[in-house]
Each structure stands twice: as structure tokens, then as C-alpha cells.
Nanobody, 119 residues
Framework: QVQLVESGGGLVQAGGSLRLSCAASGSTFKIKTMGWYRQVPGKQRDLVAAITSGSATNYEDYADSVKGRFTISIDHAKNTVYLQMNSLKAEDTAVYYC????WGTGDYWGVGTQVTVSS
């Protein structure tokens, strides 16, 4: 079992910044990839950013809509993944979910944190 606890959401003005955190606990050795997804009412949950730890470097993946504005990072010592969100836009408003993909099959989700960007 893996538990994911998100924090850092809130209300911010357009152009501002927020940093989301997601702390993993439990069987963290099973985690291959961690990332963030977001969802607005009536739409599917979409990938925002993901990070996969390699032997010498981390591999990052971003949605086109956030490239150059958002940065994902990971602190292995704390089993925590971060999403630094800069130059926020109204269209970034969503519930953001932390995701952990396991080696082999299976994944886990956090409960989500609301990000609201006022224009």
C-alpha cells in the first residue's frame, strides 16, 4: 500500500505562483513514477507533469499547456514530489491530484487539492 498526501493548493491571482507537495508513505519502494494530474468538472483527468527516477537522472514529462511555467521535482529522502507552478492562468484552475505509478502494475491517487486562479 502507498499513501499520498497532497498540500499547497489554494487561491491565487493570475500571474502568481503556487507550490504543490505530495508526500508518499508506505511501500514507497514500489513507486516508479510520480506525477500530478488535474481535473475540472465534467472533463477527464489530464496529466500535468510526471517524473520518473532513473539511475543517473530523472525523466520529466509535461503537458504542453504548462511547459515553461510548471516544474516538477522530487526529494527522494522525503519521498515527496513537488509541482512549482508559476505564471498561473485562470485556465489552470482545477483539482490537482497526486499520482504514483508502481513498477509492474497498479497505481495510487491522492484525494486532490483545489487550485483556483482568479483573473
Amino acid at each position: 500500500q502507498v499513501q499520498l498526501v497532497e498540500s499547497g493548493g489554494g487561491l491565487v491571482q493570475a500571474g502568481g505562483s503556487l507550490r504543490l507537495s505530495c508526500a508518499a508513505s508506505g511501500s514507497t519502494f514500489k513507486i516508479k513514477t510520480m506525477g500530478w494530474y488535474r481535473q475540472v468538472p465534467g472533463k477527464q483527468r489530464d496529466l500535468v507533469a510526471a517524473i520518473t527516477s532513473g539511475s543517473a537522472t530523472n525523466y520529466e514529462d509535461y503537458a504542453d499547456s504548462v511547459k515553461g511555467r510548471f516544474t516538477i521535482s522530487i526529494d527522494h529522502a522525503k519521498n515527496t514530489v513537488y509541482l512549482q507552478m508559476n505564471s498561473l492562468k485562470a485556465e489552470d484552475t482545477a483539482v490537482y491530484y497526486c499520482h504514483a505509478g508502481l513498477w509492474g502494475t497498479g497505481d495510487y491517487w491522492g484525494v486532490g487539492t483545489q487550485v483556483t486562479v482568479s483573473s
